[in-house]
């Protein structure tokens, strides 16, 4: 028994002993630190502690997080304080800690050291995929200022480049003969700009044409936006090497990718656990590949007006809204619809048709107006005529005269007038249809181009999704769970959806096109168009989802039909156009039939005066005299008997214009009652599509995190994770167009209607409502 109790206890005790875990006290050392790199400092601890796992207990202590403030003395301080105390692992960041840290000949306690100086001047041998040093080892990055030197020139064609450095940096590196020797290859110049401030960087802005932040990791949020802000109020394109939050800030690009930060921190993550689990920090790897992938702000790039090259879409990533931020004009839907009927130069056009008619209507009614006309006249005659004339015909003669006419009665006239009359009123209608498609044109082009807006998002999120497919991809193949084949497919992916993004930009410039011509700008104009809502904003107050709980309800529906039937019947200017030109027509006829019996009655008057006889014949015979003043005054009548047979050609060719004019008028309201109908279906399919849309894209959603999942462990294959993404994509595509569709088609409704809900006050939309709640008790 005795040996049994031995035996329990040894194992127990073995047991616990295994099941202990060893701590490990981590020290940290910073150049620097703010607040805004408290969350990135949790970060490293969070994933430490979370790659490590049950090997053994982390521990952070903030008495081993050590800041030197940039100065090399309280650094080397720093590092010999973690050395003698009970720091386990030593991690070192920063300028002035590489300083320190890089050049101790022996490394008592293990250390890394990460993220310390930009290759361009590291002494490290890059051709080493080891440190090869007892208990040291770093990480190098790929990343390399003159690297970003050259991706900036291209993408900006600088001359003058301000680099921003702190101004610590400028005695601990040799930045001088390492930036000279790169801008002599780049055939351009620098200027130096060290800073300890954002108002050090501010002031010394002039000479230069674009600006690198070559360090300013430890700016505050707040630095970092008003910096971006002083960039874009001088124009300057601007280059950060400190990742995308900066550029999410306000600062114009950087060559980082989104994930170059994880990696960065995963792999400090996995040197500490291989040194736990006891690989030699002098045989890790040193080497850090990340993907060069620039990271633009599109509003900045706006701002300072660099355009963006279409080369280098499918290696960059866009941050910021999609929207044109140096418009110069705004508009919202009513704007649009206003400027347009006041500016559309189609409108214009057609109005000049209307004050034509007005014209001729003004030429028709003159008929009845007097013509008074005076006339002069100079004569030589044959003297030997002049001399037996008696004095009628002297040798030389001037004259004159005045002859006034006036049409007193006219059927022609009565008629024309008649007729212009109804002409004018019909072009105006036509003018009145050609307002309510401008309206619905403009409308049309404006809900587009939210469309296109909103799929330009979505084609970047979708790109965006595609390129973390494909690094899921690439770590699949280098963990040899997938083929190349599945690589091969995402980059094909990838070059895909660059292309339908270029295209969702393009699209969306044409519909800015499209609007300003609407709008009569110049078609270059940088507009900007507002979001709508049917919630929120102007339409809230016009009640388009009221139609919903309409047509919902198919007790309702078919008089709500039949009531805009009759209402578009009203309202149509087609069929007020085509009665109008029923007027014109009917009294052509009667003109034609007994209206040619009727005399045209007019007076006519004139007055003769000789001023001057001379020459022979000019003296009066004996015993008579000259007179030179005389007048008359007739009034004519005449009625036509005979013409050709044109009279009645002329009403034949009336009646038939009669006839075509009541099949148009009859095929205008059969139309006019199919679009009504099918305006309502078009309505109700959308009503339906907005919300099965937003259900659709959350099962898509869903779908795809699931599919995403499921691929990187291996079990789906690349086809079913291509289709979910797709299947994701036409959702939100049809999700976020869900709205706009119902609105163009229940304005399209309104166009055929012949009344907009959005051009009338609220007394008259309650009007309609009422004739509507009339006609329901009509029916009952």
């Given amino acids: 028994m005795r040996k049994h109790f031995i035996f329990f206890y040894f194992l127990l005790v073995s047991v616990c002993s295994f099941a202990q ?27 430490i502690i979370a790659v490590v796992g049950e090997d ?5 202590s903030e008495k081993n997080i050590l800041v030197n403030n940039y100065n090399l003395e309280n ?65 190098i990055e790929s990343e390399s200022y003159n690297e970003d030197f050259i991706k900036f020139k291209t993408l900006t064609n600088y001359k003058t480049l301000g680099i921003l450095v702190e101004d610590h940096m400028v005695n601990l590196l040799p930045l001088k003969d390492t930036f000279d020797k790169e801008f002599e290859a780049l055939d351009a110049s620098y200027k130096l700009i060290p800073f300890k401030t954002v108002s050090d960087i501010t002031s010394n802005l002039d000479d230069i044409d674009a600006v690198y932040l070559a360090s300013g990791f430890f700016l ?37 990718s989104q994930d170059n930060l994880n990696q960065f921190i995963r792999r400090i993550s996995l040197s500490v656990e291989g040194y736990i689990n006891g690989t030699p920090l002098s045989e890790m790897p040193v080497f850090i590949d990340f993907s060069e992938r620039l990271t633009i702000n599109f509003n900045t790039t706006e701002l300072v007006g660099i355009p963006i090259k279409y080369s280098l879409i499918n290696d960059t990533d866009f941050v910021g809204k999609f929207e044109n931020v140096i418009s110069e004009k705004q508009y919202n839907l009513i704007d649009v619809i206003n400027t347009v009927l006041d500016q559309n ?7 000049k048709d209307v004050e034509l008619s007005g014209q001729d209507l003004k030429t028709a009614k003159s008929n009845y107006l007097p013509s008074l006309t005076a006339a002069a006249n100079g004569t030589y005659t044959d003297p030997n005529l002049a001399e037996i004339s008696n004095g009628q015909s002297p040798e030389f003669q001037t004259a004159g005269n005045i002859t006034l006419q006036q049409t007193v009665f006219s059927e022609a006239a009565n008629a024309n007038i008649s007729i212009q009359k109804s002409v004018l009123q019909a072009q105006q209608e036509n003018f009145n249809a050609e307002q309510l498609n401008s309206v619905f044109d403009a409308s049309n082009a404006y809900f587009n181009a939210l469309i296109l807006k909103a799929n330009l998002q979505i084609q970047m999120g979708n790109l ?30 990838m070059a895909q959806n660059t292309q339908a993004m270029v295209e969702a930009i393009n699209q969306l410039e044409q519909s800015f096109v499209t609007l300003n011509q609407l709008l009569n700008n110049p078609v270059n ?63 052509n006829i009667k003109l034609n039939s007994y209206g040619r019996f009727l005399p045209t009655i007019a007076l006519q008057g004139q007055y003769n005066r000789v001023f001057d006889r001379n020459g022979i014949g000019s003296k009066a015979p004996p015993g008579t005299s000259f007179l030179d003043d005389n007048y008359n005054i007739a009034l004519n009548v005449s009625i036509p008997i005979l013409n050709s047979n044109q009279t009645n050609i002329n009403r034949q060719t009336a009646i038939i214009q009669k006839d075509q004019l009541n099949i148009n008028k009859e095929n205008t309201e059969l139309a006019l009652s199919a679009n009504i109908r099918n305006s309502v279906l078009n309505i109700i399919n959308q009503i339906s ?28 294959n690349i086809v079913q994770l291509i289709d979910a993404q797709n299947n994701y994509l036409s959702a939100r595509v049809a999700s976020v167009s869900a709205v706009y569709n119902y609105l163009i088609n229940a304005l399209q409704m309104e166009r055929f209607l012949g009344y907009y809900f959005l051009l009338n006050d609220q007394a008259k939309n309650n009007e309609f409502n009422q004739r509507f709640l009339e006609y329901l008790n009509t029916r009952n």
């Avoid at 940290?28 to 601890?45: G, V």
């Fill in 75 to 139: 650094a080397r301080l720093h590092y010999n304080t973690l050395v003698s105390n009970d720091t386990d692992i030593i991690l070192a960041f920063g300028v002035v800690n590489n300083e320190i840290v890089s050049k101790q000949s022996v490394y008592e306690k293990p250390t890394i050291l990460f993220g310390a100086v930009n290759r361009d001047f590291s002494s490290i041998d890059f051709s080493k995929t080891t440190s090869g040093i007892d208990n040291f080892t770093y990480l």
């Fill in 21 to 47: 875990k060893p701590n490990y006290n981590i020290g940290i050392l910073l150049d620097n630190r703010t607040e805004e790199m408290e969350p990135l400092l949790q970060k490293i601890q969070n994933q």
């Fill in 464 to 493: 965006e999704l595609t390129r973390r497919n494909l690094q899921i991809a690439e770590q699949n193949y280098e963990a040899g769970e997938s083929g190349k084949s599945d690589l091969l497919r995402f980059r094909s992916q």
């Fill in 56 to 60: 053994a207990n982390i521990i952070f």
């Fill in 345 to 351: 130069l189609s409108l214009q056009s057609i109005q």
């Fill in 220 to 256: 505050k949020d707040d630095e970092v936006k008003l910096l971006a802000q002083a960039f874009i109020d001088k124009k300057l394109p601007s280059f950060t090497s400190n990742g995308i939050k900066q550029v999410e800030q306000g600062l114009m690009v950087t060559n980082q």
């Fill in 525 to 587: 104009t940088e507009i900007s168009i507002e979001d709508v809502n049917l919630d929120q904003g102007f339409l809230q107050q016009y009640n388009y989802d009221s139609f919903i709980d309409l047509l919902d309800n198919p007790k309702l529906r078919e008089p709500f039909i039949e009531f805009l039937i009759q209402e578009s019947k009203n309202n149509a200017p087609e069929l007020k156009a085509l009665d109008y030109n029923l007027d014109a027509t009917e009294r």
């Fill in 689 to 716: 599509n907005i919300e099965l849309s937003k259900v659709s894209e959350e099962t898509a959603k869903e779908a795809l995190d699931l599919t995403q999942t499921s691929y990187s462990n291996g079990a789906v």
